[in-house]
Structures are given as structure tokens and as C-alpha cells.
């Protein structure tokens, strides 16, 4: 009866063992915000670009191991009163009804749906997520390209960092806001390009 017993327990901890091995605890990463920019773009009077960024925001990313992001968990969220385009009057018609509506949707969030290997570039994957800004929820589709390895700082953290870019309709959120231009065309593009760097250190 012991030995049976015994038996029983050595295939539970050779099943257990194994369990873990096809199911690895994910890693968890911080956002270094201090290291990061979550940047944004738009054409400008058909002309040039006018470049902005928020300042405030927080995320949480995990991943199967230190080099495999495939099919990570992303979510951040984003302080919509901290765009800052370098402009205080700019920002302040940003922040107003006609675009944001910071007093009604003072948030912006992003939640990763999947993460997989874009094969064309080393490093790279296409990132797909749930994005709700302005109240609405629509999927996008961004590339997210990854460091060349891991480092380790001074300070013992374990480092690294993604460009994630890509492109979005604003009026797709209700941004719609516009002012037709003499000559032909509107002061603000209704496209938006994406330019974010996100830097991360791996959670103790």
C-alpha cells in the first residue's frame, strides 16, 4: 500500500514538473516612463508635421521569457491632460470638445489582443490591441520592433526596449475637428502616426 502510494506521488510531481514546463510562469516588466515617449504625429496645413507627446501614463508588459514577446500581455493607460506638443495654446484646443474632451474622457487605454512575429524583420512583431480613446474602442495594428538583446545596467536591472509605430484615423475615434484652407485642403491630417519607444525593466 505504501509503495502505491509513493507510485502516486512521484507521477503527480513528474506531471506537476512538467505542467510547468509546457506552462512557464510569464516575466513581468516595468515601464521606465523616464526612458520612454508616447509620441504621436499629424500633418499640418498640408505642409509639414507637428509632433506631440503625453507626459503621464503607466503600462505593465509580460512576456514568455527575456527574448520572446510573442503573444505578450500589454495594457497601458494614458493621462490625456499631459499632451504636451510644445505649444500651450495648441494644447489647450487639444484638451477642449473639439478634440480629446479631457473634462469627459480623461483617459486613453491600450490592451494587446496579440503579439506575433513579423518574419520580415528581425526583432519585430505586429502588435494588435484594443485602443479606447475619446470613448470609442477600435483594434489597431502596430509594429513593435524590439532590441537587439537584453543588457543589464549599473544598478543590476535587466533592460530592454521596443519602437512601436503605426498609424490611425482620428476621426475614427470622434476627433473630427477641422478648418478648410484657402488654397485647397484642411489644417489638421485626419491620419495620425504613432511614434513610441517603450522601455522596460524586468520586474524582481
Known sequence: MKTTFKTLLAVAAISLSAKAQTNPIAIGWNVDASHSKMGFAVTHMMVSETEGKF??????VSSKTETDF??????FKIDVNSVNTDDEKRDGHL???DFFDVANFPNMTFKSTSMKANPKI??????????????VTKKVTLTAIGASKVVKDPYGLMRYA????GKLN??????????????????VSEDVRID???ELTKAK
Request: glycine share 12%.
Open 55 to 60: 507626459k503621464i501614463y503607466e503600462g505593465k
Open 70 to 75: 510573442t503573444d505578450a500581455s500589454i495594457d
Open 95 to 97: 484638451k477642449s470638445p
Open 122 to 135: 528581425k526583432n519585430s512583431y505586429i502588435l494588435t490591441g484594443d485602443l479606447t480613446m475619446h470613448g
Open 162 to 165: 521596443f519602437k512601436v509605430t
Open 170 to 187: 482620428r476621426k475614427d475615434f470622434g476627433l473630427t475637428w477641422n478648418a478648410a484652407l484657402e488654397a485647397g485642403g484642411v489644417a
Open 196 to 198: 513610441c519607444t517603450i
